[in-house]
């Protein structure tokens, strides 16, 4: 690989895997055919993505393997049991057995649901994660989390399952609209503000080149973004303790989601309006300054998020949404706030008094 590219590694044991990273891996000579060790393959994509990188995939495919690409509608609303569902009907059609692998082409919803229905096929197959959102990239294509919405709850039915590769071409990011785009950099932020005090200085500084999606820039961002997810990963991969961090944000931005209806605010958006409320209430209760929200709300706006939930969710809403986020262990709210910046820590003694201070 050149020096354009790396790799890094998530640490699980036998399941350990490879996180690849640069610039037009995707045509990289071998690289894909050489993670696929089966003689049948599944290519899940959206009818957004198929278009774009479809073709330079299966490209790269040897001829004598069985390909059977997988087409689904694009947007979250359709990350659901039902796509599942079609997911299975075409993949037996085309009859695959235990030994294929699932590859997922696309942003974070196609990851997802790749990852559960390889997590539920024949009790398990192999999967490889092709991200080509700045979210996916640096987030939800590493560490195994896969799900479907239900109408009831986001991501409420779903495994652990890790990927055997994750393979980024930041040059798909090339082709992503910039509202997808500023959605990525919310996890970003998100790492900075959770894990890495000098990573949060470093995107401050660095925010221009950032919105301009400049390459050094933004190879250095993924890199330093899946190094800090893998190290959380690998130290508690169910989310028994430390990788509760990684929710910043996510609390409140789940139910900005569940409220407004999936797809309506992208899950990054609704993240980067959760962190300032999160960062809120860690200076409400003396653990950061007040002057980082104002930091944070002023990064936030630079690189093009929001940094409010929408006026009409009020604290009950909150409340009433919240009380079914998975995070919540019986009936009491767990919230990601900062210790610190650079530091988070998770608090199940948040007042609905406190939440009532921090929204109404
Ligand atoms: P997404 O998958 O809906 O992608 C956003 C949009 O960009 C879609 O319209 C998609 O078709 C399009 N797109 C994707 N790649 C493109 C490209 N290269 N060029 C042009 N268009 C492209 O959204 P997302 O933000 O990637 O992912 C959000 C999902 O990820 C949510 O369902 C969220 O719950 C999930 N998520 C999961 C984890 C995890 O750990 N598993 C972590 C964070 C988020
Ligand atoms: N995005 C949160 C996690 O992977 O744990």
């Known amino acids: 690989m050149s020096q354009q590219q790396s790799t890094l590694y998530v640490e699980l044991g036998d399941r350990r895997y490879p996180i690849h990273i640069g610039e037009n891996l995707l045509t990289s000579r071998g690289l894909l055919a050489g993670l696929i060790k089966s003689r049948q393959v599944v290519v899940i994509t959206n009818e957004t993505i198929a278009p774009l990188y479809l073709d330079i995939v299966l490209g790269q495919l040897p001829d004598s393997i069985l390909v059977t690409p997988v087409i689904i509608p694009d947007g979250e609303q359709y990350k659901t049991w039902q796509t599942l569902g079609e997911i299975f009907d075409q993949v037996l059609v085309a009859r695959h057995n235990r030994s294929t692998t699932f590859v997922a082409l696309g942003g974070g919803v196609v990851g ?69 785009y500023a959605a990525g950099l919310a996890e970003v932020v998100k790492y900075g503000l959770i894990y890495d005090a000098e990573f949060h200085a ?30 959380v990963v690998a130290a508690d991969e169910r989310e028994s303790g430390l990788r509760a961090i990684l929710n910043l944000g996510h609390t409140f931005g789940h139910a900005i989601e569940t409220y407004m209806g999936y797809g309506s605010w992208l899950h990054g958006e609704a ?16 653990s950061v300054d007040a002057e980082l929200v104002v930091e944070l709300e002023q990064l936030l706006v630079d690189l093009g998020l929001p940094v409010w939930a929408p006026t009409e969710m009020r604290s009950e809403t909150f409340i009433d949404l919240m009380a079914l986020d998975k ?34």
């Open 271 to 286: 993240v980067a309006a959760g962190m300032v409320m999160a960062v809120r209430l860690s200076a409400l209760r003396g």
């Open 327 to 360: 995070k919540a262990i019986d009936g009491q709210m767990r919230f990601v706030l900062l210790g610190a910046l650079g530091a988070a820590l998770v608090v199940d003694d948040v007042t609905e008094a406190e939440l009532v201070a921090l929204i109404d």
């Open 112 to 180: 997802d649901i790749t990852g559960f229905a390889a997590a539920c096929y024949q009790r398990g197959v192999n999967f490889i994660q092709i991200p080509t959102t700045l979210l996916a990239q640096v987030d939800s294509s590493v560490g195994g989390k896969t799900a479907v919405n239900h109408s009831l709850g986001k991501n409420m039915i779903g495994a652990f399952y890790q990927p055997t590769a994750v393979v980024i071409d930041t040059g798909t990011l090339s082709t992503l609209g910039a509202r997808e």
């Open 202 to 231: 470093w995107i401050c500084a660095n925010r221009s080149q950032l919105v301009a999606r400049d390459g050094d820039t933004l190879r250095y961002a993924i890199q330093r973004s899946c190094e800090i997810k893998a190290e």
